[in-house]
């Protein structure tokens, strides 16, 4: 069964989605904004596999959950990574 | 090993890193403080979350689980604060980017630029402008603009700057200020800035300092001044003195012919005498002598009637008209039949435009060209001459062909000057001065001529005129 704290973040996360969703063509004006997008999106995918567990496939969503947790950190790294490096192109 | 604590191992590489990298751009400067610490705290929960998973996990510290919870009600949080302090960031680096762009414009643009409120008094100035009156922007914000306005011209400006509030909600007026540099005449352009209801925000002005322009008006006006006094007085001279000239001359014509009928008595009477021979080479010198004093005098009589002519086509009064020109060139055709079957050439003619001009003075135009190609053909070939005409433009443009003796390159020009001519020894009697009155009234009448022509190749006159207006 999942945890009541699991289904408040999913929520909040779904929440957070919507705004993302809703300043759209605002965020599309931000530098690298994809990768900063698909790292939510991994985030995302994260929280729903965190609910899904307490329900049914409890190892392999369980397994999911974290791979999509690596690759949102790894994807954000990246985006960090592009932040400083545009910049400095933009010099 | 706990798969799971892998996981969670590579993940806080990950955010480590990413941490990492943030700090070292920030050092660089190459993100900001407002970006910066949104994404330190959303990576630090981040981080959290994932150090407590991997205790718990691990079998470590199992009841740290709470703060994984907490973490992960957090960090959506805390990156929505993430993407919206970028937004906020980006749209203030576009504010101050474009403030830069006009900044930068305004600060070093040469007019001058002002904004004032619906009273008139100022809420912007341009550098350009603090320059010019050796003033602060802060002593001049909230002054009123007439301020800088010279006493004498201000109710006028006032006038002028009423018109503000009403369409177009425009104004150009030019007024005497007292710069730093001395006194300047500024042109303004204005305008009024209105809101959604009509009603008077503000009014943006641009202006300039013309007072070198002003300047170079007046003295091209006393230049022009000067100019027509000296022509007019120029033509008055050479009326007056044409005119003058004419009695004396009628009277060395006519006391010469005196002396001529009184040769011929003395001629009469000596030869009753028997005394003739004795006196006949006297009397022949004499006679001589009379007849060079006749010639020259009609000679003489000529170029002053030629001057006579000429200065009174400055002070003639036009009358402008429509000018059919078909009918004109039969009638000055016709007047001319003599001298073109004396010399025996055919004269064409296409259909003409009218044209918008004085009717005398177009007449005395074509009357002088066809003259002169009449006078100037080549007696080795037969006359041809035709004449040829289109409006363009708003423009007539008339043709005079001639299979003539031409004219070289070299005389194209000096033809339109006063007495001259190409041949004076040549058989065709004349003083030059027919197609310097065609030039004369051309210019008169807002015409032009020019002339193609080589030497024994015939020539081209092409005349303009202004067409007829469309109304």
């Given at each position: 069964m999942f945890e009541e704290s699991e289904l408040i973040a999913l929520l909040i996360t779904l929440g957070v989605s919507f705004f993302l969703w809703a300043t759209r063509k605002i965020i599309m004006n931000l530098p690298s904004y994809q990768f900063l997008l698909i790292s939510f999106g991994f985030y995302l995918a994260s929280k729903i596999c965190t609910v899904l567990e307490g329900f049914f496939w409890e190892s392999a969503l369980n397994s999911l959950e974290h791979i999509s947790a690596i690759l949102s950190c790894a994807v954000f790294f990246w985006w960090c990574l592009r932040l400083g490096a545009k910049k400095e192109t933009g010099r | 090993m706990n798969p799971i604590v892998g996981l969670n191992t590579v993940s806080i590489f990950f955010i480590t890193l990413s941490l990492g990298i943030l700090l070292v751009w920030k050092l660089q400067k190459l993100i900001p403080t407002d970006l910066f610490l949104p994404a330190v705290f959303f990576l630090l929960l981040s981080l959290l979350g994932h150090i407590s998973n991997l205790l718990e996990w691990s079998g470590v510290?199992?009841?740290l689980d709470r703060y994984g919870d907490l973490s992960d009600i957090l960090q959506p949080i805390l990156f929505a604060v993430l993407v919206y302090t970028m937004i906020q960031h980006r749209q203030w680096e576009q504010i101050v980017a474009s403030e830069a762009k006009y900044r930068l414009l305004v600060d070093n643009q040469s007019d001058l630029i002002t904004k004032l409120d619906a009273?008139?008094?100022?809420?912007f100035v341009s550098p350009s402008y603090c320059r010019l009156f050796g003033k602060y922007e802060k002593d001049l914000?909230?002054?009123?603009?007439?301020?800088?306005?010279l006493p004498e011209d201000r109710t006028r400006i006032r006038q002028e700057m009423d018109i503000l509030y009403l369409p177009p909600y425009t104004c150009r007026f030019r007024h005497s200020a007292q710069t730093k540099y001395g006194l300047r005449v500024l042109s303004w352009s204005y305008r009024t800035l209105l809101n959604e209801k009509g009603k008077a925000l503000a009014i943006v002005g641009i202006g300039r300092d013309i007072t070198n322009q002003v300047q170079a008006e007046q003295e091209r006006e006393k230049m022009l001044q000067r100019l027509e006094a000296k022509n007019r007085e120029l033509q008055s001279l050479v009326y007056i003195s044409s005119h003058d000239l004419q009695s004396p001359l009628v009277n060395i014509r006519g006391f010469a012919g005196e002396l001529k009928t009184t040769c011929e008595q003395v001629k009469k009477v000596l030869k009753e005498c028997g005394q003739y021979e004795r006196i006949a080479p006297l009397l022949k010198d004499v006679e001589q002598s009379l007849y060079f004093i006749d010639s020259g005098a009609e000679k003489m009589q000529t170029l002053i009637d030629g001057l006579l002519k000429l200065s009174r086509i400055g002070s003639m009064e036009l009358t402008l008209q429509t000018v059919h020109m078909n009918g004109l060139m039969r009638s000055i055709i016709e007047g001319l039949q003599y001298q073109i079957q004396k010399a025996g050439c055919e004269i064409t003619v296409d259909n003409l435009p009218p044209c918008h001009s004085d009717l005398y003075q177009v007449n005395q135009v074509f009357t002088n060209l066809l003259d002169n190609a009449v006078k100037f053909l080549d007696p080795s070939r037969p006359g041809k001459i035709h004449v040829t005409g289109q409006e363009r433009n708003g423009v007539c443009e008339y043709r005079v062909i001639d299979n003539g003796i031409g004219i070289a390159p070299e005389h194209h020009e000096k033809i339109?000057?006063?007495?001259?001519?190409?041949?004076?020894?040549?058989p065709v009697k004349g003083i030059g001065l027919g197609l310097a009155i065609v030039r004369r009234i051309l210019d008169k009448l807002d015409g032009t001529i020019r002339v193609i022509s080589e030497d024994g190749r015939g020539a081209e006159f092409i005349v303009t005129l202004p067409a007829v207006p469309a109304s």
């Open positions: - | 510290a199992p009841y009273k008139g008094n100022f809420l914000l909230g002054r009123p603009f007439l301020e800088e306005v339109f000057e006063i007495f001259h001519r190409l041949n004076p020894d040549g």
